[in-house]
């Protein structure tokens, strides 16, 4: 597609399991980045990718949470033994280069942790 | 640590009149500043930036000034319209490869 795509659009997990959230960003943008948002609440930097590499994972909550890169292209952020406190809207944006100022987001992936 | 954040949570503005979102960072070695707006269920949208070089840049219908005496951002919205309506964030970044530091956000509510 045109834009940046996300999966599942939500998700509804038991406390204790791991869930993995995609991210397919707009085809050649080289800079990928994970933001998670809270209800309510601004966006609270996860980690982002330059290529494959990712130069900034400061943002990660906990040794739980992970992402990684493949191909260029699709991401993957994997939290494992969710907690409810987890439970947020996990962003995935791209742009063309790192000192591109328009990040293009998905929707996101709605993630609820009973 | 150094963080970008918003004056006010809540702008209702009334139909046809102009909005004003503040913002203030702390973060003086940022490169660029940037406004996006959020509709709900939506990804943020990229709406102008600004570099630390300019004090003031205008869009359509928006215009975004910069003041780093007192560390200070905002957003001017033209004749506001019903679309309007979301939650605008400002965000920082330095030049080249970086994250972009989000500030809390505001919503704006536009009235008939």
């Known amino acids: 597609g045109a834009g940046v795509s996300q999966s599942p659009s939500n998700k509804v997990t038991e406390k204790g399991k791991d869930v993995e959230l995609r991210c397919d960003p707009i085809?050649?943008?080289?800079?990928l980045y994970w933001y998670r948002q809270s209800l309510g609440q601004g966006l609270e930097f996860l980690i982002y990718?330059?290529?494959?590499?990712?130069?900034?994972k400061s943002g990660l909550p906990s040794d739980r949470f992970s992402a990684e890169r493949t191909g260029g292209s699709v991401s993957t952020l994997t939290i494992q033994r969710t907690q409810q406190e987890d439970s947020a809207v996990y962003l995935c944006?791209?742009?063309?280069?790192?000192?591109?100022?328009?990040?293009?987001f998905g929707e996101g992936s709605r993630l609820t942790v009973l | 640590g150094e963080s970008v954040g918003l004056h006010l949570p809540t702008l209702s503005v009334q139909e046809g009149d102009n909005s004003i979102i503040n913002c203030a960072y702390s973060?003086?070695?940022?490169?660029?500043f940037i406004w996006y707006k959020q509709e709900s269920g939506k990804g943020p949208q990229f709406i102008i930036d600004?570099?630390?070089?300019?004090d003031k840049r205008q869009g359509q219908r928006v215009t975004v000034l910069l003041n780093k005496t007192v560390k200070h951002l905002s957003l001017q919205i033209a004749a506001t319209q019903p679309g309007d309506s979301a939650v605008y964030f400002c965000?920082?970044?330095?030049?080249?490869?970086?994250?972009?530091?989000f500030g809390a956000g505001t919503q704006v509510v536009v009235t008939p």
């Open positions: 944006a791209s742009s063309g280069t790192g000192g591109a100022r328009e990040l293009f």
């Open positions: 085809s050649g943008h080289t800079a």
């Open positions: 990718f330059q290529g494959n590499s990712a130069p900034d």
């Open positions: 973060n003086s070695a940022s490169d660029y």
């Open positions: 600004i570099r630390s070089n300019m």
């Open positions: 965000a920082e970044k330095p030049a080249g490869w970086g994250k972009f530091q």
